[in-house]
């Protein structure tokens, strides 16, 4: 995104640096819901298929979920990026990765609590935490698609390259956001739930808005449609 001027081999070595911790943030974000998923089938729980990626966190697949999203918080954190905007939106989003882990959604309505692992699984203050985290934190990573990714310090006529890198960052973006406004309208309309619960819709509006994270980071840690001399 920003070139920084400094000596050939630390340049080098920062930027495969900052391309390696992009790619692995974007590689965390795409296999969550994959190996949840997967995982449940697996492991032949009598239990029904969870409704959100937050419920698995009552089931065996509780401490996976949150080593994911402690190591996708730490990620983020060790993330500083090239201007204090990118550093802002890291740490922002490391802070409530880690807050969505510890404080858990309520169980709810999901089966009985012979399928959790866990004694107790209401509380109202952690539900309400969990929730607002979760929003705040993909809204954030939104910002990261819509504002940070598409930035660039070439003057000029952008590559085409760099031109299809941002059409990319901007369709995330709004896919991430998209995905906050059903999920919301999912949860709190109680008929549109209904019709659509077979399907699990909040588990893959959840999947999808991480798929759209994760791919985002991909390409901006060089892994698709890279230019031929330049990381921008």
């Known amino acids: 995104m920003y070139a920084m001027n ?4 630390k340049s080098r070595s920062l930027v495969i640096s900052y391309l390696t911790l992009r790619k692995a943030i974007g590689i965390l974000g795409m296999l969550l819901p994959v190996v949840l998923f997967t995982g449940y089938f697996l492991l032949g729980q009598d239990c029904s298929f969870p409704p959100s990626i937050s419920h698995f966190y009552y089931t065996d697949l509780g401490n996976l979920l949150i080593g994911v999203l402690c190591g996708v918080s ?36 999901y089966e009985g609590m012979q399928c959790s692992r866990l004694v107790n699984g209401g509380n109202t203050v952690s539900n309400w935490i969990h929730y607002l985290s979760a929003t705040i934190l993909f809204s954030t990573f939104s910002f990261f698609c819509l504002v940070q990714f598409t930035k660039t310090d070439k003057r000029g006529p952008l590559s085409a390259a760099k031109r299809m890198r941002n059409d990319i960052y901007v369709m995330c973006g709004w896919i991430i956001i998209g995905c906050i406004v059903c999920i919301g309208l999912v949860s709190f309309i109680d008929p549109v739930y209904e019709q659509l619960k077979w399907i699990k819709p909040t588990f893959a509006l959840e999947a999808i808005a991480l798929f759209a994270f994760g791919f985002s980071w991909l390409i901006k840690g060089d892994t698709f449609f890279r230019d031929k001399t330049e990381h921008s």
């Open 6 to 9: 400094i000596p050939d081999d």
């Open 74 to 109: 730490l990620f983020l954190f060790c993330y500083k990026g090239y201007d204090q905007g990118d550093k802002i939106a890291a740490r922002t989003a490391a802070l409530f990765a880690f807050l969505v882990a510890m404080f858990p959604t309520n169980f709810g309505s």
